[in-house]
């Protein structure tokens, strides 16, 4: 999917109260940012509607509230559904602690946070205390050019994730002109992702224009050969993009639980492995496409399995075809590492999306750190789709040897396949 999308420099945002849908959707804990990577990502949008003279209403989701504030603390449907299949007597103890776990959640998920680390950063944030209601619109109404206001946490209301016609306009009154630079949920079509551009003029941030552009000249034009590396549980999470990018790349590199339902489609022995066993016929397919387009398909040659799926089980390493009974592969062997990071040492472009094993255990995290040095040293045009992979290069001190990381898995997942995504599809073409 190709996008040509208006920016914040393609409109005039003089005077004008333009409201941004940033990802602020930070780690929090112990009442702390532990990680303020997607608020510095969307300083450079907000920097430049501030010197411009606009009036900017910020918005965000954050976390995933156990309950919803619309008018007052209530509880959703499926809350409720749990609740009347209760016994009778038992029903109003539960109801009182989920609207308990709600109040929590309101105080724990409030954007106030985000507002003080911006503030912080150097950017003055008044913070709304709702975000279509009373105090919202008064402090959207008294802006003035130049200054920040940040509305709360979208997902206090349930409207949001429905994308209700009426929260959208509502959520669009408030201004005069929409920026969406949350590319993390530019795959969901939610209110104040994709519902309110039926109601404002619509462009993107620099951190969408970025990934559109870094991205989408990886799939259409590509410093060749393109070397697409996959990792991950599941074949069944990444059909559509291994589809789409057998079409496009060189070389597909297959890593973590996924291979293991390939080998099984193979005749191979996976002992207690990961595999879907509905996907047999799948993997068969993927593996004869790939050969019929002359793509490189490269599965691991050897393995490292555990009796367990424990971080301190006994393991050892064995050649992928003969993992026997009772043991299952847990992260990629050392010939498999090299043969790998021969492959990205050559490549002009590199895409990679998944882990090659458990890496968040140290006993099986050396084939994602091999795979994360390869590409960091290949000199190739990188770019690294969020997620596990994101958090390995980061942690790994390899992130400014990256040409790009993008900041939303999911979103960049469904770029990689070639899906619509509806938080950029809403926004006006150049």
């Known amino acids: ?22 990802d602020f959707n930070v780690p929090v804990k112990d009442g702390v940012i532990t990680d303020d990577k997607r608020i510095v990502g969307a300083m450079k949008t907000i920097q430049y509607l501030v010197a411009q ?42 109801k009182a602690a989920a609207l308990e776990k709600g109040k929590k959640d309101i105080t724990k998920l409030s954007l106030k946070i985000v507002a003080d680390d911006l503030a912080k950063k150097g950017i003055p944030v008044t913070l709304a205390a709702d975000v279509i209601g009373p105090d919202a619109q008064a402090k959207a109404a008294a802006l003035k050019e130049g200054e920040v206001l940040l509305l709360e946490n ?34 969901r079509a939610h209110g104040s992702t994709a519902g309110v551009a039926d109601y404002l003029p619509a462009v993107c941030g620099y951190l969408i224009q970025k990934e559109i552009d870094v991205m989408g000249k990886a799939l259409d034009d590509p410093q060749r050969p393109f070397v ?12 559509g993009v291994i589809n789409n990018l057998i079409e496009k790349v060189d070389t597909l590199i297959i890593g973590g639980g996924m291979a293991y339902t390939f080998f099984r489609a193979m005749g191979c022995s996976t002992g ?3 595999c879907e066993e509905d996907k047999l016929d799948l993997a068969r397919e993927l593996l004869a496409k790939a050969r019929a387009k002359g793509v490189n398909f490269l599965l691991p040659v050897d393995n490292i399995i555990a009796r367990e799926y424990k971080e301190d089980a006994t393991f050892m390493r064995i050649y992928s075809d003969s993992i026997p009974d009772g043991w299952m592969g847990l992260d990629i062997g050392e010939k498999t590492q090299e043969l790998y990071s021969k492959s990205i040492a050559g490549a002009g472009t590199v895409v990679w999306n998944g882990p090659m094993g458990v890496s968040e255990w140290e006993n099986f995290a050396s084939g994602t750190k091999a795979v994360a040095k390869a590409v960091a040293d290949s000199g190739a045009i990188s770019i690294i789709g969020g997620g596990d992979s994101a958090a390995a290069v980061e942690q790994l001190g390899y992130a400014d040897k990256m040409t790009h990381i993008s900041t939303g898995g999911g979103a960049s997942l469904e770029f990689l396949e070639g899906l619509e995504l509806p938080g950029i599809a809403c926004l006006l073409d150049k």
């Not at 994308?163 to 949920?185: C, H, M, Q, R, W």
């Open 154 to 187: 979208v997902r206090f209301h349930a409207a949001e994730e429905k994308n209700d016609p009426e929260f959208a306009k509502a959520l669009a009154s408030l201004a005069e002109i929409y920026v969406n630079d949350a590319f993390g949920t530019a795959h």
């Open 228 to 239: 697409a590396i996959l990792g991950g549980a599941k074949v069944s999470d990444k059909i």
């Open 272 to 274: 207690t492995s990961l």
């Open 1 to 22: 999917m190709t996008y040509n999308k208006k920016s914040v420099e393609d409109i005039d945002v003089a005077g004008k109260k333009v409201l941004v849908r940033c």
């Open 53 to 94: 003279g606009a009036k900017v209403i910020l918005c965000s989701h954050m976390g995933r509230p156990h309950n919803v504030l619309d008018a007052e603390l209530k509880l959703d449907k499926k809350e409720k559904k749990k609740i009347e299949a209760l016994p009778a007597e038992e029903q109003e103890a539960a």
